[in-house]
């Protein structure tokens, strides 16, 4: 009788499942991935190093000393130290991090908008009591820009009723007032001593939304030419929101990994987060293997450092609030030895 | 979360030369391998060194580059935060955001 290993599904819950089962499942993730986003599967030896790594009852594992990689890390810390100041000393201080990232809760450029000085004056200060890099980082959430929460109309509430033309206008209008906000507030944070900003979660909202950031994006490079830019996705593939929205000739609705990528380095970005949301129903082992196919074609055509986002719910990390050591170790195992990348 | 991952995968940030090898990725877009040598090279050490908090540790405070600070490495009189990285940006040969800010707002 073949032995069971404890591991674990995507909502985290864990379960007990044979060598072979964990095989199957990481066959059919590859194969599933390779279908939808038309890109070739892994290698047997790539499933066979992915089955090692989740065929194990350990409660933690690691990559191989000096095989470590850069951590970017958005949305770093707990905000329950007491100071955004103390957060960042301690990311630095106690856990290491490479990349360390100054946010405010409300997570958004529109919000942080309406508070630019005081994010600056934290990032002034925290920038005198740190060696680290420090990045400013937020989402764009374009659908905060539509009616009630702001100024365009609903274009989720128009194009379930056919009204294309005044849809797409309205997302428009939002995109405009959307790369203004993440450009003042990228020059504001520039200007207050920023190593950098993170356009994290981008295309939530859609292709609209990655059109509005990459413009930002553009602009930053052309400004700030030393500046870090990370674009960290919001999923694997572009939603068509709006649908005929173009990047110097490339559609941006239905990008995957790899496309999203080529857009973001041409626009500018100098790190490249790309994230597959996880599915709550397949293990771990089924998650991990669908990211890394989807996301292995970036690592051939990158000019910048790719970092998968390994955050909760996405690349095989459980999308529970206190994802298993064992789960996201893993899945960071992975995502370096298999994929090479350049950071996590 | 970011425990795991920092244990799991992290190069170490200041406690070996993990911030090092990220400001080459930030500023210059450089993939892992090359940012990790060009590191090496100017630190003059070997790449696997580089997240190596033993060896970083020597090198780190020879250079004065800024290092871990508790209760048992506690180094008063040696650069650390916005001195370092006076250093940091000359030995890697860039233009570090703060350390500009820092000498146009105190008049250097």
């Given amino acids: 009788m073949e032995p069971k290993i404890p591991t674990r599904m995507g909502d985290g819950f864990m379960v007990e499942m044979t060598r072979s089962e964990l095989r199957a499942d990481i066959e059919a993730a590859t194969a599933e991935a390779a279908r939808k986003a038309k890109c070739p599967p892994l290698t047997a030896g790539e499933l066979d190093h992915l089955l090692d ?4 009852p350990a409660s933690f594992t690691a990559v191989d000393i000096g095989d470590q990689v850069v951590l970017s890390c958005d ?9 955004d100041l103390q957060d960042l000393l301690e990311s630095e201080q106690r856990l290491g991090q490479d990349i360390l990232e100054l946010w405010h809760i409300e997570y958004s450029y529109k919000a942080i908008k309406t508070i630019l000085p005081f994010q600056q004056q934290l990032m002034q200060n925290a920038q005198l009591m740190l060696t680290a890099p420090i990045q400013y980082g937020a989402q764009p959430n ?7 929460d702001g100024p365009a109309d609903n274009w989720f509430e128009l194009l379930p009723q056919g009204r294309i033309a005044e849809a797409k206008a309205a997302i428009d209008e939002a995109m405009e007032h ?19 900003m993170d356009f994290d979660t981008t295309g939530g909202a859609g292709d609209a939304d990655l059109f509005s950031t990459l413009r930002a994006v553009k602009h930053v490079r052309e400004r700030w030419p030393e500046a870090g830019i ?3 996705m919001a999923g694997e593939f572009v939603i068509g929101v709006h649908g005929e929205l173009e990047w110097e000739g490339r559609r941006l609705a239905g990008m995957w990994p790899k496309d999203q990528l080529e857009v973001a380095q041409d626009a500018g970005a100098t790190l490249f987060g790309p994230a597959v949301n996880i599915r709550t129903s397949k293990s771990c082992a089924w998650n991990a293997a669908f990211s890394l196919t989807v996301m292995k074609p970036c690592m051939d055509v990158a000019r910048i450092p790719v970092h998968p986002n390994v955050g909760q719910g996405v690349c095989g990390v459980p999308v529970n609030g206190y ?10 195992k992975a995502c370096v030895e298999i994929l090479r990348c350049d950071g996590l | ?14 406690r070996t030369a993990g911030d090092l090898v990220a400001r080459m990725q930030m500023s210059r877009g450089m993939r892992l391998k090359e940012a990790k040598e060009f590191v090496a090279g100017r630190l003059g050490c070997g790449v696997r060194d580089l997240s190596d908090s033993y060896a970083m540790e020597q ?4 250079l004065g580059l800024g290092r871990i600070l508790d209760h048992s490495n506690l180094h008063p009189g040696e650069p650390n935060a916005m001195y370092a990285k006076f250093r940091i940006a000359e030995l890697l040969g860039l233009r570090i955001n703060s350390v500009e800010r820092f000498k146009d707002l105190a008049g250097l």
């Fill in chain 1, 75 to 83: 949305g770093g810390g707990s905000k329950m130290t007491g100071t």
């Fill in chain 2, 1 to 14: 979360m970011d425990v795991t991952h920092a244990l799991a995968a992290g190069m170490g940030g200041i």
């Fill in chain 1, 178 to 196: 959307a790369t203004k906000d993440f450009v003042y507030v990228s020059d504001g944070m520039m200007e207050a001593g920023a190593d950098g």
């Fill in chain 1, 142 to 148: 374009l659908a905060f820009y539509s009616k009630p």
């Fill in chain 1, 323 to 332: 994802p298993g050591e064992d789960a996201s170790s893993r899945a960071a």
């Fill in chain 1, 53 to 56: 790594i989740y065929a194990s």
């Fill in chain 2, 59 to 62: 090198l780190r405070g020879e």
């Fill in chain 1, 230 to 232: 990370e674009v960290g």
